[in-house]
């Protein structure tokens, strides 16, 4: 069983920063991918970041390209994100994920809000 340790997150006023941080263990298989999906109030829950082990590739969502940074971060199957220049609309739930070959496991979410 996939097991998540999840950190960050809180709330923050628009143009600050915030840290998450996620790490994954368990299961039988190793992990290819690790990243960020967020649920934000009134819209489906769209992906935000990737981070792709073998060359460590990164890919974002259309909305937070230039402000969000992920990377590998200490401890294996560990990533973070760096949220900088946040903005009311990044406000939701942010839950980290991990892909083997064949799965995709969940984290429990983070909160994360934006607000004046």
């Known amino acids: 069983q996939v097991q998540f340790v999840e950190s960050g997150g809180g709330l923050v006023q628009p143009g600050e920063s915030l840290r998450l941080s996620c790490a994954a263990s368990?299961?039988?298989?190793?992990?290819?991918?690790m990243g960020w999906y967020r649920q934000t109030p009134g819209k489906r829950r769209e992906p935000v970041a990737a981070f792709t082990f073998a060359d460590s590739v990164q890919n974002y969502g259309n909305s937070v390209k230039d402000r969000f940074t992920i990377s590998r971060d200490n401890g294996e199957n560990t990533v973070a994100l760096q949220m900088n220049s946040l903005r009311p609309e990044d406000t939701g739930v942010y839950y980290c994920?991990?892909?083997?070959?064949?799965?995709?496991?969940w984290g429990q979410g983070t909160q994360v809000t934006v607000s004046s």
């Open positions: 994920y991990a892909n083997t070959a064949d799965l995709t496991y």
């Open positions: 368990g299961g039988t298989s190793p992990f290819t991918h």
